[in-house]
């Protein structure tokens, strides 16, 4: 919501600058979110006096125009087709920066220049060009009585001005205007509100006790309160230029000075307000109903709108004239010809207004109040208050008396405060006086009686209701900021995550770091499919499946990897490295419901390329050693390395917690990948994770330890093995053969071929050895590594090579 600061100069007197009143007032909570300077202070604009004009000799539509400056005369070229000699006219002097936005975002800068061979020091401006108005029809001309020379600023009532975007909360529809604000701003300072005054008028609250015009409410559920006041003899024409320049400020175009004075108090009081043509209206009569069917009604912007059953109308004798609270019709617009009027201004029910809203797609700065709640007791005010402005700004006479249908009075809201309370809820040592002082000035009334505040709410303020609003409203305008903060502060702390959700998030945090992409697939798989990823007689099929492609509770994750798989390679992925966790299902001994046996499981998926096409390196594809190196640097981050062994056995890599297997790793089968339409390699691991989360219980929380202050000892170890043992499984043995003074240990070389035999191949493993009380030497780590040679030749059949 806009707010423009010179407007709200007229309700408060204060000297506080813009930026200031800002600071105040998002205080107070109502957030201003940004501060858009408008207009200009027309720097290096002057009056300038045509003294002669001549044809542009190499233009037709331009014109040489001798311009009388006050100090000089110049010549500037000008295109507009009312410039005429004797004119006193605005100018833009050389250097001067006009607001008219260039297509690279700055601004035109006036320059001495050349056009079509002719000198222009300088340009008569337009409305537009000076950012006071749309005219761009021809130059401004201004009063003939004006000084050569005179600053523009001087002879001109449009102000710079600064606007306030409010970011304002739905249960504020209070300030939703500039008094809202004002009041607001007024209490915060301790400064006076300085409403709008109006007259009292004669008021009849029957329908049918105004000589002119019949008015009555059908629907009294949406429509509490309905005003109407007629005015005659009213001239259609331009507002006055404050006036548009502040509608401008805030973003409305001003039309004319009936709709204008509509819309200036809808800003200036927050009340929503209609004029008929009263010419137009049927009857003269007004009737507010709803209709129980839809209804095709065309609005104020020329669209025919189907609006749906049940939303309110403003109907005439005959048909509908406004979509209540949303937007007025085209049949009794305003217009030129527009001579007697009927002010609207009523209460709609918001939530009414809000469906109709919606369902119509339409939101209005009418619909946008009423959606939020305007007061009962504004309506005959700001009726008032625009037929005044009305009158001042284009004649015509108020004719009496006021209709005021009203059948549904608002109920009053009394709210009982304690002193006491409110100094106890915000930490503060006020005095009761101060309390009543703040709400007198945020227009509560307020009396003391036997130390407790007895608290009228104002109709504005439909959000306060208990008495924990009123001390809200007291701790705003008094300033949180103010308020000491004693002892020190403390903030609950969340509760620790079970362990199972822990660790399960760490097992994808881990995932993540290792270049591995997060996978959902479907736990239900087809039954022409689960019988390739278990035995028959483990699958568990579903009671009703919804498909035959959702029958079989999965047995492994292994399917939707490959079906992820054959969808990326179709759509031309090179290459897919993912992971998945989720429950899995297989006939057994069951962990929750019994006879299945259903567990967390982690699936790590390779195919295809492992690096992207590059112009330095060729891309190679995904292999086993990928997987194994990715699955090794998984069990380390969750320090289960040295509790899970691996072990060959056939063609998969089993992963062994004690005796039992907690994983596996392998390489699809060929066959199973042609019923997938695959192409490339596919390599998967996958692992139980309720097993690993056990066994994650049982390790020790980790335990800073500083650097080892003495170097460590390596040892290079070269083996002459039959090609078939694994390398791995000659790593876990050496691991659990040399004891704690093994610090780490890995392969650098694998080789085959002469001077070894046809069936060998030597594996070199570099060991580190580290003690943190002293220095090893190769004394120290001999009868170790002597150990692990005699383990390796009784279980692998090893050889030293020298």
């Not at 002010?343 to 918001?350: G, L």
Request: proline fraction near 6%; aromatic fraction near 6%; include cysteine.
């Amino acid at each position: 919501m806009k707010i423009s600061c010179n407007w709200l100069r007229d309700y408060i007197d204060t000297g506080l600058s813009p930026e200031e009143i800002a600071v105040k007032i998002t205080l107070t909570g109502l957030e201003v979110e940004e501060i858009e300077k408008t207009g200009s202070d027309f720097e290096g604009i002057i009056v300038g006096e045509v003294l002669e004009t001549k044809p542009h000799p190499n233009a037709d539509r331009l014109t040489l125009c001798n311009v009388n400056t006050g100090d000089a005369e110049v010549q500037i070229v000008c295109g507009a087709p009312n410039v005429a000699d004797g004119q006193k006219v605005p100018v833009a002097t050389v250097g001067t920066v006009l607001p008219v936005p260039m297509e690279d975002g700055s601004f035109l800068k006036i320059r001495k220049s050349k056009i079509r061979g002719e000198v222009s020091f300088g340009m008569i401006c337009a409305e537009d060009e000076l950012g006071i108005g749309d005219d761009h029809s021809g130059i401004m001309v201004l009063d003939a009585a004006l000084k050569p020379g005179t600053p523009f600023a001087e002879v001109t009532d449009v102000k710079p001005d600064h606007v306030f975007e409010v970011g304002l909360t739905p249960n504020r529809p209070d300030a939703a205007c500039h008094v809202g604000v004002a009041r607001d701003l007024a209490a915060a300072i301790k400064s006076d509100l300085l409403e709008p005054e109006t007259g009292d008028p004669e008021k009849t609250d029957a329908g049918t006790g105004h000589p002119s015009v019949k008015i009555s409410i059908k629907d009294t559920g949406s429509c509490h309160r309905y005003v109407g006041i007629v005015m005659r003899g009213i001239t259609v024409e331009p507002s006055p230029d404050e006036v548009q320049q502040r509608l401008r400020a805030i973003g409305l175009r001003p039309r004319n000075n009936i709709v204008d004075a509509t819309n200036y108090v809808l800003h200036e009081l927050g009340q929503p307000l209609h004029a008929f043509d009263l010419n137009k209206l049927n009857g003269p009569e007004i009737i507010v109903q709803s209709f129980d069917k839809e209804v095709e009604f065309e609005t104020l912007d020329d669209q025919k709108r189907k609006v749906p059953a049940g939303s309110l109308f403003i109907c005439d004798a005959k048909e509908p004239v406004a979509v209540a609270g949303v937007m007025g019709g085209l049949n009794t617009e305003i217009t030129d010809d527009t001579k007697d009027i009927l002010i609207e201004s009523a209460w709609f029910d918001p939530v009414s207004v809000r469906k109709t809203s919606k369902l119509l797609a339409l939101q209005t700065d009418s619909s946008y109040r009423f959606e939020r709640g305007v007061d009962p007791e504004l309506t005959l005010r700001a009726a008032m208050r625009c037929a005044e402005l009305i009158q001042e700004w284009s004649g015509g006479d108020i004719e009496q008396p006021v209709i005021d249908v009203h059948p549904v009075k608002p109920e009053p809201v009394r709210i009982e405060l304690r002193p006491e309370r409110v100094n106890a809820v915000l930490g503060t040592k006020l005095e009761t006086s101060e309390m009543v002082g703040i709400l007198d000035r945020l227009g509560f009334d307020c009396a003391e009686n036997k130390g407790v505040i007895h608290t009228n709410v104002p109709g504005f303020r439909p959000d306060v209701k208990l008495e924990i609003d009123l001390i809200e409203e007291i701790a705003r305008i008094y300033d949180y900021n103010k308020i000491e903060t004693k002892g020190r502060i403390t903030f609950p702390r969340p509760g620790a995550l079970p362990f199972e959700e822990e660790f399960n998030r760490n097992v994808a945090t881990i995932c993540t770091r290792l270049g591995l992409q997060e996978i959902y697939t479907n736990s239900l798989l087809p039954g022409k499919f689960a019988p390739l990823f278990a035995d028959e007689s483990e699958l568990i099929p579903t009671m009703n499946p919804i498909s035959r492609d959702q029958a079989i509770m999965r047995p492994s994750m292994a399917h939707g990897f490959l079906r992820t798989a054959a969808w990326n390679f179709n759509r031309k992925i090179q290459g897919i490295s993912v992971f998945e966790t989720g429950h899995v299902f297989k006939k057994g001994k069951g962990r929750y419901i019994e006879g299945v046996n259903e567990y967390n499981a982690l699936m790590i998926g390779l195919s295809g390329l492992r690096d992207t096409e590059h112009w330095i390196t060729e891309p190679k594809p995904w292999t086993i050693f990928d997987l194994k190196s990715r699955v090794n640097a998984f069990l380390t981050e969750l320090r289960l390395d040295k509790r899970i062994q691996s072990e060959q056995a056939n063609d998969k890599i089993l992963y062994i917690a004690g005796k039992d297997v907690v994983g596996q790793a392998y390489k699809v089968d060929a066959a199973l990948l042609k019923k997938f339409e695959i192409d490339n390699d596919v390599f998967i691991a996958e692992f139980d994770l309720s097993a690993l989360s056990d066994l994650s219980r049982q390790i020790e929380p980790l335990v800073y330890e500083p650097v080892p202050r003495f170097p460590s000892f390596e040892f290079d170890l070269a083996l002459s093995v039959d090609k078939r043992i694994n390398a791995g499984e000659m790593e876990s043995a050496i691991k659990k053969s040399a004891g704690k003074l093994l610090a780490d240990i890995s392969v650098f070389d694998v080789f085959e071929g002469k001077p070894l035999d046809a069936n060998q191949k030597s594996v070199a493993y570099r060991l580190s050895f580290v003690d943190r009380e002293r220095t090893l030497t190769i004394k120290d780590v001999e009868p170790v590594v002597n150990k692990i040679v005699k383990t390796l030749e009784k279980n692998f059949s090893a050889k030293l090579r020298s």
